[in-house]
């Protein structure tokens, strides 16, 4: 593994956190961003090594910065899973669709399958399923829509960052 993708991946990791502690809660829901600097990430370095590095770091992280209860063991399992399968849409669609169109389409796919993935976890584990999903479901809908709009604005300037000072080629 190059030390130099470790290195921007764990400032990704780490702006994420910040970003995702000063976020104010929505609806008494706090919108994950660490979420949307793992997809630049994914985006960024796409190859399956990088991917499950950052999905543990990102999973860890969120989990010790979650309010939500059971969203410890939730965001450990999920961050992963959710990695892979933005991974595999982010390969699938790559050379094919205009990056203008990818990024916010795959980042709001990626958001609604994390946030379905946590939420499902989460009743799981406090054993409260009866129609919770459903009332949760519209947090979701936002944070796609936050990480969404974060992504369309940070992803080209990040891209444009690392043209310019060439630390790595990947």
Same mark, same amino acid.
């Given at each position: 593994m190059n030390t130099r993708i470790l290195v921007i991946l764990s400032l990704l990791v780490g702006m994420g956190a910040v970003l995702h502690f000063v976020m104010p809660p929505i609806y008494g829901v706090t919108p994950d961003?660490?979420?949307a600097m793992m997809f630049?990430?994914?985006?960024?370095?796409?190859?399956?090594?990088?991917?499950?590095?950052?999905?543990? %770091?990102?999973? @860890?992280?969120?989990? #010790?910065? /979650?309010?939500a209860p059971g969203g410890q063991i939730a965001?450990?399992?999920?961050?992963?899973?959710?990695?892979?399968?933005?991974?595999?849409?982010?390969?699938?669609?790559n050379n094919r669709v205009d990056t203008k169109i990818s990024v916010p389409f795959l980042t709001a796919?990626?958001?609604?399958?994390?946030?379905?993935?946590?939420?499902?976890?989460?009743?799981y584990v406090i054993g409260s399923m009866?129609?919770?999903?459903?009332?949760?479901?519209? %947090?979701?809908? @936002?944070?796609?829509? #936050?990480? /969404?709009?974060?992504?369309?604005?940070?992803?080209p300037i990040v891209q444009q960052i690392l043209k310019r000072s060439n630390p790595i080629t990947v």
């Amino acid at each position: 593994m190059n030390t130099r993708i470790l290195v921007i991946l764990s400032l990704l990791v780490g702006m994420g956190a910040v970003l995702h502690f000063v976020m104010p809660p929505i609806y008494g829901v706090t919108p994950d961003m660490m979420l949307a600097m793992m997809f630049i990430g994914i985006m960024l370095f796409p190859k399956l090594k990088y991917v499950v590095v950052l999905a543990i %770091a990102t999973g @860890l992280l969120s989990g #010790l910065l /979650t309010n939500a209860p059971g969203g410890q063991i939730a965001n450990i399992v999920e961050k992963p899973i959710t990695a892979l399968i933005f991974f595999a849409l982010f390969l699938l669609v790559n050379n094919r669709v205009d990056t203008k169109i990818s990024v916010p389409f795959l980042t709001a796919i990626g958001t609604m399958i994390s946030g379905s993935i946590f939420l499902t976890l989460v009743f799981y584990v406090i054993g409260s399923m009866e129609g919770a999903l459903l009332l949760a479901f519209p %947090a979701v809908v @936002l944070a796609a829509v #936050l990480n /969404t709009i974060l992504l369309v604005i940070i992803y080209p300037i990040v891209q444009q960052i690392l043209k310019r000072s060439n630390p790595i080629t990947v």
